[in-house]
């Protein structure tokens, strides 16, 4: 008898388990316009998968291991809208484009910066905007407004992100004052970095800043560094001629709806909010970001 309480038990959690899970996709319907535009192979396996760099909160995070945030219910809800399943996986910053360059993944969050780097090997849809801030102590005298503030400090960013590539380009015109730079694969390594003195400052989008600065009242933010379209980034292979336009109609299916909004909301990621979704591809001109 105990053991066939355990067992249901078990089940009644996996059950649950599941329920929580897919909540975020059973809400939103299906939008047969939108599906109809998928390639045969996503349609056939029935799933899209789905690349979300640990970047933290309010854009993917854990809690209770719960994998949660605004990229998180953007890609159950734009599966949803294709009439798919997500199949979501937790991947490093800097693993998410290789990812989609090995097949591993059909799309992947991030919210990227659409940059001509980055267009040599994938495509995009924007999504959402956003700018980035430094991340500092408020105990430190350290508050950057400006890049030209980093000369003779040591700071870091997420690897692979568009903020480490901001500040490895502005090391070059600090000359013989030319910063420590360091690449972090998480935002807690970041934030450990920080609290222990091993970094001034960390560059990071704002939302990013803001949510570590709720967790830990001794971080404060500062400056604002760039900013613009941010994007889910989709594989460049037999499938993208289709995908990527199902990509956008799902987006502004979402955007048209209010569920986009919900989200954004539910994540107090509403600032960042865009009235529509563009792509971007091989030979697209990139968004001007004015970093400064």
């Known amino acids: 008898m105990k053991m066939y309480k355990s067992k249901m038990w078990c ?20 939008n047969d316009r939108v599906a109809a535009l998928l390639p045969d192979a996503i349609k056939s396996a029935g799933t899209l998968r789905i690349a979300i760099p640990d970047i933290g909160k309010p854009l993917a995070y854990k809690e209770n291991g719960q994998l949660k945030g605004m990229d998180v219910e953007l890609g159950h809800a734009v599966a949803a809208v294709m009439g798919l399943k997500a199949d979501i996986h937790l991947v490093p910053f800097a693993a998410a ?3 989609l360059q090995a097949n591993k993944y059909d799309v992947a969050y991030g919210e990227f910066y659409v940059t001509a780097e980055r267009l040599k090997v994938a495509d995009f849809v924007s999504n959402w905007q956003d700018y980035s801030s430094f991340l500092v102590s408020k105990a430190k ?21 568009a903020e480490l590539a901001t500040l490895n380009s502005a090391k070059d015109k600090c000359g013989s004052t030319a910063p420590t730079i360091s690449a972090f694969a998480s935002i807690n390594q970041a934030i450990l970095a920080l609290n222990s003195n ?17 967790m830990d009242k001794r971080l404060d933010a500062s400056g604002e560094i760039g900013g613009g379209p941010t994007a889910t980034a989709v594989a460049r292979n037999a499938n993208a001629e289709k995908l990527l ?10 955007i048209q709806s209010g569920d986009y909004m919900k989200i954004l909301k539910n994540n107090d990621t509403a600032y960042g909010a865009v009235q529509s979704a563009v792509i971007y591809q091989q030979n697209s001109t990139p968004p001007s970001y004015a970093f400064n």
């Not at 089940?11 to 299906?30: D, E, F, N, P, R």
């Not at 030209?148 to 692979?160: L, R």
């Open 245 to 254: 336009p199902a990509i956008k109609s799902a987006y502004d299916s979402l």
């Open 141 to 161: 005298d350290f508050k950057p407004k400006t890049l030209k503030e980093i000369c003779g400090h040591k700071v870091g960013a997420m690897a692979g992100s």
């Open 198 to 214: 091993r970094v001034d400052g960390v560059l990071i989008n704002r939302g990013g800043a803001q949510e570590a600065i709720n």
């Open 97 to 99: 484009l290789a990812g």
């Open 11 to 30: 089940y009644a959690l996996l059950a649950v388990t599941s329920m929580l899970a897919t909540s975020a996709q059973a809400a939103i319907a299906k």
